[in-house]
T-cell receptor, first 113, second 113 residues
Framework: DTAVSQTPKYLVTQMGNDKSIKCEQNLGHDTMYWYKQDSKKFLKIMFSYNNKELIINETVPNRFSPKSPDKAHLNLHINSLELGDSAVYFC????????????FGQGTRLTVV | GNSVTQMEGPVTLSEEAFLTINCTYTATGYPSLFWYVQYPGEGLQLLLKATKADDKGSNKGFEATYRKETTSFHLEKGSVQVSDSAVYFCALPTLNRDDKIIFGKGTRLHILP
């Protein structure tokens, strides 16, 4: 059983399109995250949710909108895609907020052409 | 706020060599410390962790000791293998209102047969 799964694994799309990435965790965790990894492997947090409540909203363009229908799911919708949005996006979850590790999905490689 | 600094890569070693990847941190409070590993094309996996000062985390032959006096959490392995080639990230939680995990910039490790 995959603990944190995200779909799709690869996404190639044209500039200006709108796309979504889905994430689900079956670990019973309360907290979920979206991270962006650039071409140099640098990881930057974008959003976090705890029990469907938005906790962290880093300086991310408002074209990016997370949605958490329940605490097991955290989806990422991106409007009007730009070339600079090309990156690998990782979903992660942790048991709770605070001093605990996160478990990561396999990543979605987004390429905007 | 909490932060983590790890040595720049890439690091290239021959099989069976001794590995050290340095990581130092600044922190308020007493955060857990983590090492994550990212194999090519995959998501991040927790490699090991330590939850308090002088704790030693270990897994797959890797070790790291939580050193409060030197604010360090260096990753070591006595004899590396080709299969250890990956990117390694040192990480810690912020333990503030945001409660996010922040990552070092990653160290790419190449092991030559």
């Amino acid at each position: 059983d995959t603990a944190v799964s995200q779909t799709p694994k690869y996404l190639v799309t044209q500039m200006g399109n709108d796309k979504s990435i889905k994430c689900e965790q079956n670990l019973g965790h309360d907290t979920m995250y979206w991270y962006k990894q650039d071409s140099k492997k640098f990881l930057k947090i974008m959003f976090s949710y705890n029990n469907k409540e938005l906790i962290i909203n880093e300086t991310v363009p408002n074209r990016f909108s997370p949605k958490s229908p329940d605490k097991a799911h955290l989806n990422l919708h991106i409007n009007s895609l730009e070339l600079g949005d090309s990156a690998v996006y990782f979903c992660a979850s942790s048991l709770t907020r605070g001093n605990t590790e996160a478990f990561f999905g396999q990543g979605t490689r987004l390429t905007v052409v | 706020g909490n932060s983590v600094t790890q040595m720049e890569g890439p690091v290239t070693l021959s099989e069976e060599a001794f590995l050290t990847i340095n990581c130092t941190y600044t922190a308020t409070g007493y955060p857990s410390l983590f090492w994550y590993v990212q194999y090519p094309g995959e998501g991040l996996q927790l490699l090991l962790k330590a939850t308090k000062a002088d704790d030693k985390g270990s897994n797959k032959g890797f070790e790291a000791t939580y050193r409060k006096e030197t604010t360090s959490f260096h990753l070591e392995k006595g004899s590396v293998q080709v299969s250890d080639s990956a990117v390694y990230f040192c990480a810690l939680p912020t333990l503030n209102r945001d409660d996010k995990i922040i990552f070092g910039k990653g160290t790419r490790l190449h092991i030559l047969p």
